[in-house]
Nanobody
Framework: QVQLMESGGGLVQAGGSLRLSCAAS????????VRWYRQAPGKERELVAS????????YGDFVRGRFTITRNSTGTSFYLQMNSLELNDSAVDFCC????????????WGEGTQVTVSS
């Protein structure tokens, strides 16, 4: 089974940048999609970015061109570059891989990494 580990979170001032990484225990080159979600205290988990196996990208409405999701050529890691961070970007960010399990798509999750944006 797929095991995921996020890294790159931390404390950053508003307007700054962070690059999150998600490392997979095995190849995710054939995954249906790789995604980043975030969850702030008292709020629901929401989609930040999605990248499908066809190369299509989707971003949450709040991103407004500030973030970019990419993956490496070996299919072992993917990333979220976050620029122009704002106070309400503070959240725990989770990486997620969607792949087929028998006939059903299944999501695999990392444990999360904290992003804190300060003024």
């Amino acid at each position: 089974q797929v095991q995921l580990m996020e890294s790159g979170g931390g404390l950053v001032q508003a307007g700054g940048s962070l690059r999150l990484s998600c490392a997979a225990s095995g190849s995710i080159a054939n995954a249906n999609a790789v995604r980043w979600y975030r969850q702030a205290p008292g709020k629901e988990r929401e989609l930040v970015a999605s990248l499908t196996d066809r190369g299509a990208t989707t971003y949450g409405d709040f991103v407004r061109g500030r973030f970019t999701i990419t993956r490496n050529s070996t299919g072992t890691s993917f990333y979220l570059q976050m620029n122009s961070l704002e106070l309400n970007d503070s959240a725990v960010d989770f990486c997620c891989v969607e792949r087929w399990f028998i006939t059903t798509p299944r999501n695999y999750w990392g444990e999360g990494t904290q992003v804190t944006v300060s003024s």
